[in-house]
């Protein structure tokens, strides 16, 4: 098993390399590789940084969000919530794969990540107009025709509700609705 460890990560949770790498460990429930290693950790120390529960045994010991949220890329946070937003499918046809790191959603990834470059507030803008498409689509039964994501991505066609606020896509409701 590879850990890559960079300095910045020490240097922002506070904690050596011996440490953070009990931590990783940890988390992905290596218990018998950490058991062959020789650490020098002080667990009750990680505890009081609020990156450790401690159990009874080292496999009751609980890594908290504090430090796993670390080992994420904000570029993975911002993928994930976006495909948690994203339907994945309607009636019978599928618009993307269930696994965030599927081949199938690997070019929406990448088109995805080219076009954030890391702006959250790209991001948020993109999660938004998500969210008033899929309004939309559901309050007028067209939810059988979104893209896929793959095709959503590569289009751009969030661009096309951003700015659509509440109020307009209200009051253009009530006009269908009495025509």
Known sequence: MNVEISTESLT?????????????????KAYDTLATLNLNIDIEVLQTKGYLKLGQETSDHIVREPFYSHLESPFSQMWSELLAHFPLRV????????????????KARIRYEKYLQGNVGKHKEV??????????????????????????VNNHTWEKYIGLDDEQTKSSRRNTRRL
């Open 12 to 28: 922002n949770l506070c904690i050596g390399a011996d440490e953070y790498l009990y931590l990783y460990l940890l988390h992905q």
């Open 127 to 152: 999660i938004k107009a998500l969210n008033t498409e899929l309004d939309l689509r559901k309050e007028d039964d067209s939810l059988k025709y979104m893209q896929q994501l793959v095709t959503w």
């Open 91 to 106: 009636e019978q046809r599928v618009l993307r794969a269930r696994d965030a790191n599927a081949k199938a959603n690997e």
